[in-house]
């Protein structure tokens, strides 16, 4: 059998070497490198690719995503809460102070007051301090933080810088005990600043008082100022006690009214107070002898 044009099949056909193929893929590298950076033809295939592949990159970079942003996000709410919580100190040291600051200029004021009522006043006085309620809840009574050796005695009135506040009704030797105006069992000779019609005051235990014994038609009108009479003995004369709110008739049929009145002091909240003394007492009262057979008389 004659083998002239015979070709050999393509599975043994051998190409070009590796080596030449490898120039040849560089060299082609090569040139579509220098094109695309001279005249830039792949830009479009790029962009085309990057679109493609977004949601790919996206989806890789998803946990990575989820664990930056879970510690980023923990860490945020540890710093907010430290700051809060340094906010909420703050915040409660500034109300502290400002509480202080308040009460203190509450206290300068009523200090000012006792003092401006103490120049006012024509005899000896001595500051004090309310120190709490006394235990007994059916009367209107406080605890000062002065007693006999301060000179306090039994008796003395006790006012604010806006008026009278009570009486002074049992003494020890560092305290003394003050039945306020308002106790039910306490009252005190006042006097009408407007027309000078007296009358007597009587505390309700409610915080309110009340001037009884005034017959229907007295000039008294809402509004009118009380002061002391200084008839009783006890109370020097021209001390504020009461303004009067409203004006009734008095429903026992007798013929007199019944007014409320609401004190000029801080009974119930004053906590600087002024226990007010006589320079020397007063004369004593005419016994019922004296006044059947007058000094004097025959």
């Known amino acids: 059998m004659s083998l002239v044009g015979h070709q050999a099949p393509p599975i043994f056909r051998r190409g070009p070497s590796p080596l030449v193929r490898l120039i040849l893929f560089v060299s082609i590298c090569l040139a579509m490198l220098v094109a695309d950076i001279k005249y830039r033809y792949l830009d479009v295939l790029r962009q085309a690719i990057s679109v493609v592949t977004y949601p790919l990159q996206r989806a890789a970079a998803a946990p990575a995503d ?51 009522m103490s120049r006012r006043l024509p005899l000896t006085s001595v500051s004090a301090e309310i120190l709490y309620d006394a235990p007994d809840p059916f009367a209107r009574k406080v605890i000062l933080d002065r007693g006999a050796q301060h000179g306090v005695k039994a008796g003395f009135p006790v ?67 009380l002061v002391t009479s200084g008839l009783d003995g006890v109370f020097p004369a021209g001390l504020p006690v009461a303004t009067v709110l409203h004006v009734e008739r008095d429903g026992s049929g007798q013929g007199f ?33 004296d006044a059947v057979d007058p000094p004097g008389g025959r």
């Open 66 to 116: 989820v664990v930056r942003n879970a510690s980023r996000y923990f860490a945020t709410l540890v710093e907010v809460q430290k700051e809060n919580a340094a906010l909420r100190r703050e915040l409660l040291d500034a109300a502290q102070s400002l509480l202080r600051f308040e009460h203190l200029q509450r206290e300068n004021e009523a200090l000012r007051g006792l003092l401006e």
């Open 159 to 225: 006012v604010d810088a806006h008026g009278v506040i009570g009486q002074v009704t049992r003494v020890y030797p560092a305290q003394a005990e003050v039945t306020l105006l308002t106790d039910k069992n306490q009252a005190i000779a006042v006097e009408v600043v407007r027309n000078g019609l007296r009358g007597v005051l009587f505390g309700t235990g409610q915080g309110q008082l009340e001037m009884r014994y005034v017959l229907a038609g007295a000039d008294v009108l809402p509004g009118d100022v």
């Open 257 to 289: 009214f019944s007014i409320a009145c609401e004190p000029a002091a801080g009974v119930e909240r004053s906590i600087q107070v002024l226990v007010v003394g006589r320079a020397e007492a007063p004369p004593p009262r005419p016994s019922e002898q």
